[in-house]
């Protein structure tokens, strides 16, 4: 992966502790919670200005531990269309348009449709799910996603019996994003059918309260949390079911790196680094990677009959 290793992490893009616990007590005395948490920090660089998504019902799903602040979500991004760099998205993706913006869903399904965002927001409650997010790059955060279970959308669209897999396409174009072959552009993903259907399987359009910023993938993305960040595409465009696996960007460019599965795994190391341990940003230490990232009683049971080893 053209990235930078975690140890590349220049000190001035992690949150000191102080300023953080800082943050975090003014947040809890002023009883404000999320949205004024994010009220609090819309004057950042983070694209296009955010707005509120309203009530949020809270979800079983998410973990109590600590959240990475808005900050370092929103500063600290993989999006290569804008640049390799981290701070790149941030910086670049400001100029994507998310209005009017569509989502085709297409294949192998009874009822092909192409849907507009506003629809999408409308679409079913939307949820506050707090996931660990595990990049294949080794480090970690805690983010406060909105959205609500793929599965929903794909229900409205009836699949064939003879769809097995999900292909995510992401938004391209070449006069405001990168022409660099880094990738083969649109960024594809893919999931299995039973995967993109599994509960936990987030379509997300919000983070801390609010519409997504650009750099995390405004206005619609996947987020699959037991899985390496690069399977949860942004800005999606099309969604498309299909009977084969699809071509997926990473696993074009590295078959042996980058896995069509990819489920976080502390005992597959990448050829180039062990993924055993990670580091979540704003910490130092390093602490140990939990098989499927920590969902393992969700989703262990998907792979049974696979061996995990062989098929990363
Ligand atoms: N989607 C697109 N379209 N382009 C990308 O470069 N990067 C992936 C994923 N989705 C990527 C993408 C990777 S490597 C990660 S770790 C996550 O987005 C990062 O999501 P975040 O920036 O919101 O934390």
């Known amino acids: 992966m053209l990235i930078k ?18 943050r975090r007590d003014f947040l809890r005395q002023s009883g404000a919670g999320l949205i004024a948490g994010a009220a609090l920090w819309a004057g950042l660089p ?37 640049g390799t760099d981290k701070a790149d998205p941030a910086e670049r993706a400001g100029v994507m348009k998310t209005r009017p913006w569509t989502v085709r869903i297409e294949g192998l399904v009874n009822k092909p449709r192409t849907f507009d965002i506003d629809e999408i927001l409308r679409m079913a409650p939307l949820e506050e799910r707090i996931y660990r997010l595990r990049c294949v790059e080794a480090w970690s955060m805690v ?17 064939q019996g003879s ?33 993109a259907m599994h ?35 942004k800005s999606i465009v099309t969604i498309r079911l299909l009977e084969k696996q699809p071509e997926t960007s990473w696993n074009m460019a590295g078959p042996e790196e980058y896995g069509f599965y990819s489920n976080v795994n502390p005992e597959v190391d ?31 049971s998907l792979y049974s009959s696979m061996d995990l080893k062989r098929q990363f």
């Open 143 to 159: 983010i406060p996603w909105v959205g609500f279970p793929l599965s929903a959308l794909l229900k409205q669209v009836d699949p």
């Open 163 to 195: 769809a097995k897999y999900v292909q995510f396409i992401s938004h391209y174009d070449p006069k405001i994003m990168s022409r660099l072959p880094v990738l083969d552009w649109p960024y594809r993903e893919g999931l299995r059918l039973d995967e």
């Open 199 to 233: 509960p936990l399987t987030l379509l997300t359009v919000g983070l801390y309260g609010e519409t997504l910023p650009n750099q995390n993938g405004a206005p619609v993305r996947i987020v699959v949390p037991w899985k390496y960040g690069f399977k949860s595409a």
């Open 5 to 22: 290793r975690p140890g590349d992490i220049a000190p001035s893009e992690i949150t000191p502790r102080t300023l953080f616990d800082q």
């Open 270 to 300: 990448h050829p180039r680094w062990s993924q055993a341990r990670e580091r979540r940003i704003g910490e130092f230490r390093k602490r140990p990677t939990l098989p499927f990232n920590g969902y393992a009683d969700q989703v262990a």
């Open 46 to 82: 983070s694209g296009a200005r955010a707005a509120s998504l309203g009530a949020l019902s809270k979800s079983a799903f998410s973990t109590m531990e600590e959240m990475t602040p808005r900050k370092d979500v929103t500063s600290y991004n993989n999006f290569y269309e804008f």
